[in-house]
């Protein structure tokens, strides 16, 4: 079964600086996705960024970048130019390829990110 | 744009109850998911469906069942309301599983079982 690390429970930036949470997975498939999700108070959950474990370049949305180390097992998430509006608890999760046999979603505990004005 | 919507954001229901948390999506989406999300552990899977009658389990469905009837709808039902079911419930649905498919997730119901 695959496991989702998500070591830092709590973190805090500045507005307008840049931020970077962690992510680590276990898995011994070979080709995979990896998503990060947003969950701001009482709002909905959206996602932000999705990585597919095939493609080595790194994923990109906006001010939203990720570092993707597939040997390491490594998935981070780059926040640059931090807003008030990204607040809010970050998850990250893993998903087998369609046929694997699974369609669900494996989450890391979240991180929540404060940002401070 | 993707909505999935669930029947109500905030239900207080005593021990021993019946209790129906639906979710319902327009999207014409084959999955839907049923999770549960407490501080400290993140989502767990409870069920999901892929197919109209089709159901599985996920990681935690001790306690849970879930209905079907309908592609748009899917309910989530606790037979015996249990203060540990004091929680988050969170529903999510998906096209069926190709390269580009992502999890729309409702806004959530926060139970609590007294």
């Known amino acids: 079964a695959q496991t989702v690390t998500q070591s830092q429970p709590e973190m805090s930036v500045q507005e307008a600086e840049t931020v970077t949470l962690s992510c680590t997975y276990d898995t011994s498939e070979s080709d995979y996705y990896l998503f990060w999700y947003k969950q701001p108070p009482s709002r909905q959950m959206i996602l932000v960024i999705r990585q597919e474990a095939y493609k080595q370049q790194n994923a990109t949305e906006n001010r939203f970048s990720v570092n993707f180390q597939k040997a390491a097992k490594s998935f981070s998430l780059k926040i640059s130019d931090s807003q008030l509006g990204d607040a809010a608890m970050y998850f990250c999760a893993y998903r087998s390829v369609p046929g694997a046999g699974s369609y669900q979603l494996t989450f890391g505990k979240g991180t929540k990110l404060s940002v401070i004005p | 744009d993707v909505k999935v919507t669930q029947s109500s954001r905030y239900l207080v229901k005593r021990t021993g109850e019946k209790v129906f948390l639906e979710c319902v999506q327009d999207m014409d989406h084959e999955n839907m998911f049923w999770y549960r999300q407490d501080p400290g552990l993140g989502l767990r899977l409870i069920y999901f469906s892929y197919d109209v009658k089709m159901k599985e389990k996920g990681d935690i469905p001790e306690g849970y069942s879930v209905s079907r009837e309908k592609k748009e709808r899917f309910s989530l039902i606790l037979e015996s309301a249990s203060t540990n079911q004091t929680s988050m419930y969170l529903c999510?649905?998906?096209?069926?599983?190709?390269?580009?498919?992502?999890?729309?997730f409702g806004p959530g119901t926060r139970l609590t079982v007294l």
């Open positions: 999510a649905s998906s096209a069926w599983a190709t390269r580009t498919d992502t999890q729309y």
